[in-house]
């Protein structure tokens, strides 16, 4: 079954941790992305990647890191810098680099709660 | 600045009736657009899309509507059935990989 797996589900962490959020795609899809959604809010964009080794700030991307090491993987951490961590995050892929339009998939989400 | 509006936070619809979700946009870049359903602590699923080359595109019950000179678009649902109840996301996007832009959602309620 193709699909985007995010873990865990739920997440708790101490004020003041860093903590990374696991994305990953068996699509084959080159470009891979991350949202993050705050009640009542749209989807606010925080990183994306077209392409192995090669990554963009979204609109939010303060207090957050990435990396793309490999095309399937695209994780997020979260840093002690970030803070309103709190936050549902979706992680999510689209088809080749170039296609003019681009479905985006995504994943299950990860719920991080920080105490 | 919200470049994607969606100004209903709550629609209500009978069973079998006809939903319609509004969606408005100030970016005159955008050229492709998309709704996605969304159940709570789920991600989101694309529903139908629509290209600014269209002014309508359907699939089943679902069919979108672009009006580009007023910069909106809508999603109309005939019939609505108990399952479509969810938040609604529109969003849209410039072309190519980059992120899309959603606006704040809708949350759709079917009434049996």
């Known amino acids: 079954d193709g699909g985007i797996t995010q873990s865990p589900k739920y997440l708790f962490r101490k004020e003041g941790q860093n903590v990374t959020l696991s994305c990953e795609q068996n699509?084959?899809?080159?470009?891979m992305y991350w949202y993050r959604q705050d009640p009542g809010q749209g989807l606010r964009l925080i990183y994306y990647?077209?392409?192995?080794?090669?990554?963009q700030k979204g609109d939010i991307a303060e207090g957050y890191s990435v990396s793309r090491e490999k095309k399937e993987s695209f994780p997020l951490t979260v840093t002690s810098a970030q803070k309103n961590p709190t936050a549902f995050y979706l992680c999510?892929?689209?088809?080749?680099?170039?296609?003019?339009?681009?479905?985006?998939?995504f994943g299950p989400g990860t719920r991080l709660t920080v105490l | 600045d919200q470049q994607v509006k969606q100004n209903s936070p709550s629609l209500s619809v009978q069973e079998g009736r006809i939903s319609i979700l509004n969606c408005d946009y100030t970016?005159?870049?955008?050229?492709?657009f998309l709704w996605y359903k969304k159940y709570p602590a789920e991600g989101p699923t694309f529903l139908i899309s629509?290209?600014?080359?269209?002014d309508k595109n359907e699939d089943g019950r679902f069919t979108v509507f672009l009006n580009k000179s007023a910069k909106h678009l809508s999603l109309h649902i005939v019939p609505s059935q108990p399952g479509d109840s969810a938040v609604y996301f529109c969003?849209?996007?410039?072309?190519?990989?980059?992120?899309?832009?959603f606006g704040k959602g809708t949350h759709l309620i079917i009434q049996p």
């Open positions: 999510a892929s689209s088809i080749e680099l170039g296609f003019l339009y681009n479905e985006q998939f």
């Open positions: 699509l084959n899809h080159d470009a």
């Open positions: 990647s077209q392409i192995v080794n090669d990554f």
């Open positions: 970016n005159s870049m955008f050229d492709y």
């Open positions: 629509i290209s600014s080359i269209k």
């Open positions: 969003a849209a996007s410039g072309g190519g990989a980059d992120g899309l832009t």
